[in-house]
Each structure stands twice: as C-alpha cells, then as structure tokens.
C-alpha cells in the first residue's frame, strides 16, 4: 500500500473507512474479496488519485465492475500487483533462458561424445597397418570431426556469453523492481514499508551492540489547509520540497522515508538525540525560512512551517515503544503551538 492509504487505515477514521468501503461494495454488487476489497479501499481513500480518476471514468461510461477489470486495474495501479507481475514475468524470462543454454550444453555434450567415438575409432585404426589411401582418409575424418567440434564450441561459448548477459540484464531489472517496490513515488524517498523493515533492522542491532540509536517524525504544520487552498497537485510539489530537505540530512547511512501523508521519518543509527537535535532543527529552519511560489504562475503561497519528534532507543525498547515516545514527542511540538522540535525527554526548540 502507498503511505497515505497505509495512513489511513492505521488511524481514528479507518473503520469508518471501511465500512464505506464495503457499503459501496454492496450498492454496486461487488463482491467483497481480497482483491475487490483492496482495489476499492484505494479508490474511496483517494478518489482523486490515478486509480480513482480511471474508476470514476470506468464507471460514468457505465462500465461494469468485473472480476477482470478489477486483476486489469489491480495489476496496473497497485504496487503489490505489479511488483508481481514484473516478479513474474523476470522469473519465465529466466526460465527461458537457462532453459536455452541446457539445451545449448547439452548439443556439446552430445558432440563432444561423439568425436570422443571418432578419435577411439581412429586410434583402433592406427594400430594396425593402413593404407596411405586409408590413413588420408582418416586424417580427413578426423579434421572434419574437430573442426565441427571447434564450431559448436565457439556456438556455446557465444550462447554462454549473451547468456550472462541477459541474466546481467535481469539481475538489474529484478534490482530495479526491489527499488521500485520500497520507494515512495512522489517523494522518491523510501516507502513505509521499508521504513518498517530498516527500523526493525537498526532496534535489534542496537539491543544487541548496544549502540545509540535516534529516531525522529517531521510533519507539515496544517497541511490539509495548504491542500484545500492550494489543490492537490500544489500540495504535491511541497511533499517533494519538505522530502529533499530531509533527504540531503537523511543521507546514508542514515535512512530517510515518507512515513504516511504529510509526515515524514528518519532512522540516525550510532547518533544521539542531542546529536540528532540540531540535524532536525536545520530541517525546520531551512523549510520555514523560504516564501512557495506555484510553479505554473509564480503567484505567492506564503511559507510553511514543519513540527518534529525524536526520540532515542532505550534498553528494553522495542520497534513499537520507540514509536509511540517519537510520536508523543511529536504530539506535543503540535500542541505547544508548531514549527518547533520535540525530545522524547521534553526538550523543546521552536522559532
């Protein structure tokens, strides 16, 4: 799931969404499957999303909701679906082509044996007395024999080689797909998901070494409002503004992701929070301090500021604990006013 459906369904309005869901399921008669379930829960979260603009489309022409427009629509519009289908489809290109070269290894093999035959036959012949007529035969057969052999030799190794080639092709395709699958489209940033999986990483590397471990939330002051008077495709463009700033600090080794909707999380393994603090500080200024301008006509947005929360791992901290002190952290830069960082100790720094 993108980040802001995932935000949707972990939060205080998520079984109402569901209920939509399905009640709207049932009004139009659509079964209520997985797949039916999942596709639909993308649609009423984001109806002005690709998928929801191509569902309305489907359906003002009337179009019927089928089992197989949902697996079309699925596999075009949801990234699980076509990360499998992509998965899929590397795996019978795969397939293919080391089917090729077993059969390209197997041709040499069946060669191979049968110029070890040749030469055996000959070496029979040359022990007893022969005719020069006869041996000038033989030194032909056994020209022609090697030369066929050299030939399918040269065949195979070319087949070798375009061989490692296209698996070479393949590995960066699959490579390209795992990238795909674990980046956030807008902002280029990592996805939750793989914010889930790194976070569960750096907890239990640090319950084991002992290591410091930070973990901070950044989240745009009244970004619904921007949204509502700006549209969504200019909310869009401060996403991708809010997550460069954050990912020139959240450079590796550090770990930076688009946590859901307007929020924003970043992992700062072996660094402290007093360490972390004036990191995340340099992103609130920096984001504060510059006047938006829309792109398409220069007209003036005014600024927009961003509320952050960090916290440190503690012995006994588990990925869920680090979490919710992060979050609480958070909660009180928003409710002490915003545009301003929060430690989980209390510490408070604002404009």
């Known amino acids: 799931m993108s980040g802001d459906i995932e ?31 999942e596709l639909w829960l993308h649609f009423m979260a984001d109806p002005s999303g690709a998928l929801g603009r191509e569902i309305e489309r489907r359906l003002a022409q009337g179009e019927a909701i089928t089992e ?18 992509q998965i899929r489809d590397a ?5 293919r082509e080391l089917a090729a070269v077993a059969q390209a290894i197997k041709q040499a ?44 030799t040269k065949a195979l190794e070319k087949r070798l ?12 395709h699959l490579e390209q797909v795992r990238r795909d699958a ?43 409002r921007f949204n509502d008077n700006w549209g969504h495709q200019t909310g869009d463009q401060v996403l991708r503004y809010v997550a460069n700033v954050i990912g020139r600090i959240g450079a590796p080794p550090r770990f930076a992701a688009r946590f859901g909707g307007e929020e924003f999380a970043m992992i700062f393994p072996s660094e402290r929070v ?18 938006l301008k829309r792109r398409s006509t220069n007209e003036d ?34 409710h002490a006013g915003r545009n301003r960082t929060t430690t989980a100790g209390g510490a408070s720094l604002a404009a």
């Open 7 to 37: 935000t949707a369904v972990r939060g205080p309005e998520a079984y109402s969404l569901a209920r939509r869901v399905l009640e709207d399921m049932e009004r139009r008669q659509i079964w209520p499957t997985p797949l039916n379930y």
């Open 68 to 85: 197989g427009l949902v697996e079309e629509l699925a596999a075009l519009y949801l990234p699980k679906a076509k990360l499998n289908d």
């Open 91 to 95: 795996g019978a290109q795969l397939n």
């Open 109 to 152: 093999q069946t060669s191979n044996e049968k110029y070890g035959e040749t030469l055996a036959n000959a070496g029979q012949e040359l022990t007893a007395d022969v005719k020069p007529s006869t041996l000038k035969d033989l030194v032909q057969s056994l020209a022609s024999a090697t030369r066929r052999v050299q030939q399918e």
């Open 161 to 172: 080689e375009d061989s490692s080639a296209e698996v070479g092709r393949l590995r960066e």
């Open 182 to 224: 674990t980046t956030d489209a807008l902002t280029s940033l990592a996805n939750r998901k793989a914010f889930d999986d790194e976070l569960a990483r750096a907890c239990a590397e640090a319950a084991e070494t002992g290591q410091a471990l930070s973990l901070a939330l950044v989240d745009i002051d009244l970004f619904k």
């Open 274 to 291: 007093q360490d972390v603090l004036p990191l995340v500080e340099e992103i609130r200024l920096e984001v504060s301090s510059r006047t």
């Open 301 to 334: 947005l005014g600024a927009i500021t961003v509320s952050a929360g960090i916290a440190e791992f503690q012995a006994g901290d588990d990925v869920h604990s680090l979490v919710e002190r992060v979050d609480e952290a958070l909660y009180a830069s928003k």
